[in-house]
């Protein structure tokens, strides 16, 4: 197959939406990162979104929908749902919900599970494609495991890309906040932190008006997208909460300058739109990687949650 590169305007969103409607798989950019798109009614084209990831049929996918509307047609929400849904979408934010029983959504995508893991992109091209196709499900356009794509040339990179297993990628350039979306689901029937992300927990936590639970995921049965142990991988062994390098190994700093920086000025959403280029770029020297220490709190967790995923031992 040969992977078509589309650019972002009438012309390749028309032609992207053809590619979907015919049941092909195309990365589509969104604010976070992009992502491998497939029609979510379609098992099918589902089942191409995992034999071109490698990604294992236990794990669930995100489904993308252009509006909170129609969110409603395909989950129920609970109130504390609705509220998260009017202050953060379109965003950065995404729902596990009880999948309705009528909602046309195929089998595959759910992983088996009687929730569904939904969100509406801000991202003008996403919002724009998701209105000519329909409920897109997409999880980030990389091989199963490796470090997720925030450009088109990531998702055509020749170590790790996608280039000849999947139909197109539609460019709209880097994806302005660079780490995937927070999830929050209702396991218990209480708000709960499923994977940290875009949206700081903490900002989350202030609009319901109590702190979010944690969860302890079994990464052998997942309930939520990105809670495998292993995850957002390089080729090279990461070493984490690294101030100094050891000899031979490439430094990524923290609020300090240098060439694989995630911010010279300590600025967390700087560093979150940067990690995975800079991930990918200090692979390509071919040595350890060593990470300066992030602060835990606002998008450090997002941070700190796909470094440590980085840095598991691989299965």
């Known amino acids: 197959m ?32 992009y992502g491998l798109a497939g029609d979510a009614r379609n098992g099918a084209a589902v089942a191409r979104i995992y034999e071109a990831k490698g990604r294992p049929s236990f794990n669930p996918l995100i489904v993308h929908v252009p509006d909170a509307d129609t969110a409603h047609g395909i989950a129920d929400f609970p109130p504390e749902a609705e509220t998260l849904a009017a202050a953060f979408w379109p965003g950065a934010l995404t ?26 992109p801000a991202h003008p091209i996403a919002q724009a494609l998701l209105r000519l196709t329909g409920p897109l499900a997409a999880p980030s356009a990389n091989a199963s495991g490796r470090i997720s794509p925030t450009s088109a040339d990531h998702v055509l990179d ?24 927070t999830i929050v689901g209702w396991p218990h029937g209480r708000a709960t932190l499923l994977r940290p992300g875009g949206i700081p927990a903490e900002t989350i936590s202030d609009r319901l008006g109590h702190p979010l639970a944690d969860h302890q995921p079994d990464p052998s049965t997942p309930n939520a997208p990105g809670q495998l142990t292993s995850h957002y991988a390089p080729q090279a062994t990461l070493r984490l909460n690294a101030a100094i390098p050891a000899p031979g190994e490439t430094h990524i700093p923290f609020a300090a300058p240098g060439p694989f920086t995630l911010s010279e000025s300590g600025d967390l959403t700087q560093a979150a739109a940067r990690l995975f280029d ?20 606002g998008l450090g967790a997002a941070i700190n949650d796909r470094l440590r995923r980085a840095a598991a031992p691989r299965s």
């Open 2 to 33: 040969q992977t078509e590169h589309l650019l972002a305007d009438q012309m390749g969103l028309a032609r992207a939406a053809i590619l979907l409607s015919a049941g092909e798989v195309v990365a589509i950019p969104t604010e976070t990162v």
């Open 95 to 120: 729902l596990v919900l009880p999948l309705r029983p009528d909602a046309g959504i195929a089998s595959l995508v759910t992983a088996g599970l009687s929730s569904i893991a939904i969100r509406v």
């Open 158 to 181: 020749p170590d790790g890309g996608l280039d000849g297993r999947i139909a197109a990628v539609l460019d709209a350039g880097p994806c302005p906040v660079g780490v995937e979306s």
């Open 278 to 297: 800079t991930l990918r770029r200090a692979d390509r020297e071919g040595r350890p990687i060593a990470v300066a220490p992030i602060p835990d709190h």
